[in-house]
């Protein structure tokens, strides 16, 4: 079966410093990895996604994501944090859920970000 | 704006109850999925239809049912909700049935409160 881990539940980041969120995956085959993010009340946005190619992902808002098939992970990142980053993050992995198939999201638990002004 | 709408924004009952849940997919966008977010399950993928028709099915109650009708708007029902029914259900929507490179594009979601 598919799954992702997050492997923290929070990180701590001061404003205009690199932040990385970790994300690591398990699937046989092929994997097709997205990030979201979630603003309080707010539902998922999309942010980015690694379909296959270039190891490196751009996404919005500035973040960017590195593919690293040894290792089985898919870190989001992002240069330079923002207050405005502070949110919750989510890793997921799509792969194929039946013979018909039909795809199906599997996310990990989260990742709060809390950038520090 | 993801361009997925969702109705109601807030929902409070009593146990034993039923209530819908209304979506309404990005222009189109012929996929709608649901999911529930909550505390100790995190976000659980529940079903999903294309065009119309179930393609998959995730983690949902059988006390749960959804459809999708021919304008491609989706209602989640929940009969016999009990206090652990509690939670943010979204609707999400994608362009096809559920290839494995689609975005699925989120709505902001329900919250479920059973009293």
């Known amino acids: 079966a598919q799954s992702v881990a997050q492997p923290e539940d929070q990180v701590n980041v001061a404003e205009g410093n690199p932040l990385t969120v970790k994300c690591t995956y398990s699937v046989s085959g092929n994997p097709y990895l997205f990030w979201y993010v979630q603003y309080p009340n707010r539902g998922l946005q999309f942010l980015l996604k690694?379909?296959?190619?270039?190891?490196l992902v751009k996404g919005s808002y500035g973040f960017e994501a590195e593919f690293n098939k040894s290792q089985t992970s898919f870190h989001l990142k992002k240069p330079s944090a923002l207050v405005s980053d502070s949110a919750l993050y989510f890793c997921a992995v799509n792969q194929v859920y039946s013979g018909a198939g039909s795809y199906q999201l599997t996310f990990g638990k989260g990742t709060k970000l809390s950038v520090i002004p | 704006d993801s361009g997925v709408t969702q109705t109601p924004k807030h929902l409070i009952t009593a146990t034993g109850q039923r209530v819908t849940l209304r979506c309404s997919p990005r222009?189109?966008?012929?996929?709608v999925y649901w999911y529930q977010q909550s505390l100790d399950q995190g976000l659980q993928f529940l079903i999903q239809y294309y065009n119309g028709e179930e393609r998959a099915k995730g983690n949902i109650l059988e006390r749960f049912s959804a459809q999708q009708f021919p304008d491609l708007h989706s209602e989640l029902n929940l009969s016999s909700l009990e206090l652990g029914d509690s939670a943010l259900y979204f609707c999400?929507?994608?362009?096809?049935?559920?290839?494995?490179?689609?975005?699925?594009?989120f709505g902001p979601g329900t919250r479920l409160t059973v009293l």
């Open positions: 690694y379909i296959t190619g270039d190891n």
């Open positions: 999400a929507s994608s362009v096809l049935q559920g290839s494995g490179t689609d975005t699925q594009y």
């Open positions: 222009s189109g966008d012929l996929s």
